[in-house]
């Protein structure tokens, strides 16, 4: 069954080039991104389109996911790009003691249930329910190249697809209550995404080769 193309509702120029991380923060309706070559975050308030805080980030911000007001990023790190969980304050900027090593120094994308946080790891094709620590608590198979995810209603959704042969994506959903969820792919993403997030309404996500930040919607439900 051929799938539909997502609705995009906008298209807006990000602040800065090669958007690469994106988190929504619910607490005070602003979307947070992170540029990978300037290696600095940026808030933006959407209702206006403008940055109303930037930071320098303590190496390159890959992914970002927001909760209770602290926003948290994948950093690449040293000359070998080695990814750890850094946590970032608003009012105070990173910890310098909050910083959590990713398995294997590897992993990319985050989203949080409530309880756990999540990373991916695009070349292993999987998802990881993580412990306070980094610890390994759940290993989940996507069958593709990861490239963002997040959580609506207890579900998880993800990109999924590859970058070769001029990019392929999908959103899909996952069910994580099953022992092995099914994917099922929902619709087709005609551009090279990176980075999913959610605003309560709207999906957002990266088309960096562009450096434009897309919102859109599915064509059924969630």
């Not at 249930?113 to 390994?136: F, V």
């Amino acid at each position: 069954m051929k799938l539909p193309f997502i609705h995009e509702q906008r298209r807006f120029p990000s602040p800065a080039l090669t958007p690469q991380a994106l988190a929504w923060e619910a607490r005070r309706a602003l979307l947070w991104m992170g540029s990978r070559d300037l290696r600095r975050i940026y808030a933006i308030d959407p209702a206006d389109w403008k940055v109303v805080q930037e930071t320098e980030a303590p190496g390159t911000p890959w992914a970002a996911m927001a909760t209770n007001g602290i926003i948290r990023f994948t950093i690449g790190e040293g000359a070998n790009d080695d990814r750890y969980i850094r946590s970032f304050a608003p009012n105070t900027g990173f910890s310098d003691t909050e910083r959590i090593a990713c398995p294997e120094f590897t992993g990319s994308y985050l989203s949080y249930d409530g309880e756990s946080l999540y990373l991916s790891q695009w070349y292993k094709h999987r998802i990881l329910k993580l412990g306070a620590k980094g610890n390994i608590l759940r290993a989940i198979d996507v069958g593709a190249e990861i490239a963002g995810h997040t959580f609506v209603d207890g579900a998880i959704y993800a990109l999924r697809g590859t970058e070769q042969n001029g990019e392929n994506w999908t959103i899909a959903r996952l069910d994580l209550s099953e022992e092995t969820p099914e994917i099922k792919d929902l619709a087709t993403v005609p551009f090279a995404c990176r980075s999913l997030t959610f605003d309560g309404e709207l999906f957002w996500s990266n088309h960096r080769a562009a450096n434009e930040i897309v919102s859109f919607s599915l064509s059924n439900s969630l």
